[in-house]
């Protein structure tokens, strides 16, 4: 078969090159055979083991006209770089300021074109003045810091500003750095990151910002760094849309507890503005005792494989999102605040969107405030559902009670579905339902001991609910399921039992319309305290 020419344009040059009549054996002596076109690995471009053009600087290869991923590597640390990094820092606010010669190296490493590479030697840095990197709408840009320190000065601004790209690579740590008044001050964190999303504004600092970037891959760390480490934001005017982030992001208070811990990890929203989109899919999330925890509003389709941390003042947060897919996701200790919660969905506070399609496998949290809640979800779609929920309370030691409050409180919740709610340890309730538009409820019991009652149905709930499960010894005076209204409340495969002064089931209307299908009771306690289940199946086991 004929074979046409091929054409190559070379650094504005186009060159022809006729196919190979037969094989050169010396040039086969200097590259490995192949069967199509290609660019040696000297720089010389080749079809059918022919050279057609001799060192050509792979930079600047342009296909058709448009350029390719190059190759170029810059060094920060180049003098010609406006001196280039100096990695004399030694504390907060002590060495020469990076900023600089950071934003000369940019301007080289976005002027050598896509694919090209801004790496960071390693070394502590200081950085006392921002730096805006605009990629300049190109593709496969390499910000590569992994083997050097930042540290930001005590001021308000953000340290690295990213935007207007395609499928991105940032990679950096941040060691201590940003504004911090001493644990004796009445604030020491000057702006609240878990409910501002302009930090730098509102007084806080942020180490990166990024936006208008489509496809980007972060590895990030900080350490006892009094600032937010990233803000995902909007896509300013003309710039790609910002999303598909993936990676892993981590954060510590460090060995030294009594330097600041970090503020928060991250804060992702879209401003006042509808999004519709793929946010993205992080492989890992770990934050050792953050200020403040991640906060996602007003976005579309988060992913969290791996999720585990603890807090200072609150758990993650969802605010008006639309599907969030969690793997595994343990929330520890948020420093024994009795009101906090440890995972929230909530309408956004910003554009009044609701949230849907929570799915999670395993969700995880220990000690003092109260675990899951769900606050008036989107209800044109299903709200949650979730394999397993485990709420862990430590009860009273140490000065201090970790028992919690309610594992899951669901309000306004329609098509919620938990495989299994578990208590363990010292805790109060296991299920609080409220609000008159929740619906088709289901959810599995699992727990003993608890000092409240362990499920409680609010009397304006109307609408379905399914329990199953297996709970025993609730103290005297409480139950293992209270309702409070007409509630048609379907009891299955429900095991119950105590043997003190509490009684199993109360239900406070004579008209309720609670139905006990199958299951059994055991003990000496009395099945109800008050009213009677409309309802018990000859088959339940009563003894």
């Not at 192949?34 to 060192?55: E, F, K, N």
């Not at 930001?152 to 940003?178: C, M, S, W, Y």
């Not at 008006?320 to 919660?341: E, L, M, P, Q, W």
């Amino acid at each position: 078969m004929l074979r046409l020419p091929t054409l190559l344009l070379l650094n504005g040059v186009a060159f022809a090159a006729t196919p190979a009549i037969a094989r050169d054996p010396v040039r086969a002596d200097r590259f490995e055979h192949v069967d199509h076109d290609s660019l040696g690995i000297s720089g010389q471009a080749r079809t059918h083991d022919s050279v057609v053009a001799p060192q050509v600087a792979t930079d600047a290869l342009k296909v058709r006209g448009r350029p390719v991923l190059g190759l170029r590597e810059i060094n920060a640390g180049d003098p010609q770089y406006a001196g280039g990094v100096i990695p004399d820092c030694t504390g907060v606010g002590v060495g020469t300021d990076a900023g600089p010669a950071l934003r000369a190296a940019a301007a080289a490493w976005v002027a050598a074109g896509p694919g090209a590479v801004l790496r960071v030697p390693a070394g502590r840095y200081r950085l006392a003045t921002a730096i805006d990197l605009n990629l300049n709408g190109q593709a496969g840009m390499v910000f590569d810091a992994s083997d050097a320190t930042f540290t930001p000065d005590r001021t308000a601004f953000r340290a690295l500003d990213f935007h207007n790209g395609l499928q991105a690579v940032i990679k950096a740590r941040f060691v201590e750095g940003g504004p911090f008044g001493g644990w004796a001050a009445k604030q020491p964190y000057p702006v609240d990151y878990g409910a501002v999303a302009d930090a730098v504004e509102a007084g806080g600092q942020e180490a990166i910002r990024v936006s208008g970037i489509t496809g980007y891959s972060v590895d990030l760390t900080a350490e006892n760094y009094a600032g937010r480490l990233l803000r995902v934001a909007r896509a300013r005017s003309g710039e790609p849309t910002t999303g598909g982030i993936k990676g892993v992001i981590r954060t510590s208070r460090g060995r030294d507890l009594s330097r600041p811990r970090v503020g928060q990890s991250l804060f992702t929203d879209n401003g006042k503005n509808p999004f519709t989109g793929y946010w993205g899919h992080l492989d890992g999330l770990h934050n050792d005792f953050d200020a403040y925890a991640p906060v996602w509003r007003d976005v579309n389709d988060v992913a969290i494989s791996y999720l585990d941390g603890a807090y200072a003042y609150n758990g993650p947060s969802l605010q008006g999102v639309g599907v969030f897919k969690g793997g595994i996701i343990y929330v520890g200790d948020i420093d024994s605040n009795a009101r906090n919660v440890h995972f929230d969905v909530s309408p956004s506070p910003v554009t009044g969107r609701l949230s849907s399609r929570l799915s999670i496998n395993q969700l995880t949290m220990l000690n003092a405030g109260n675990g899951l809640r769900i606050e008036t979800p989107d209800p044109s779609a299903r709200a949650a559902d979730i394999r397993q929920v485990t709420m862990v309370g430590s009860g009273p030691g140490k000065g201090a009670d970790l028992s919690f409050g309610n594992a899951a409180t669901l309000n306004n919740a329609k098509g919620v579905l938990i495989g299994a709610l578990v208590g363990e340890g010292y805790g109060g309730s296991l299920l609080a339902v409220t609000g008159a538009a929740s619906d088709d409820v289901r959810v599995g019991l699992y727990a003993k001991g608890l000092s409240g009652n362990f499920t409680f149905i609010a009397p304006e709930v109307t609408g379905r609910v399914q329990l199953s499960g297996r709970m025993s010894d609730p103290i005297p005076g409480r139950s293992v399921l209270t309702v409070g209204g007409n509630t048609p409340v379907r009891l299955d495969n429900l095991d119950v039992s105590a043997s003190n002064g509490a009684s199993l089931i109360n239900v406070a209307s004579a008209s309720n319309r609670v139905r006990w299908v199958s299951g059994s009771k055991s003990g000496t306690a009395p099945l109800y305290a008050d009213k009677p289940p409309a309802y018990v199946a000859p088959a339940v086991e009563l003894p």
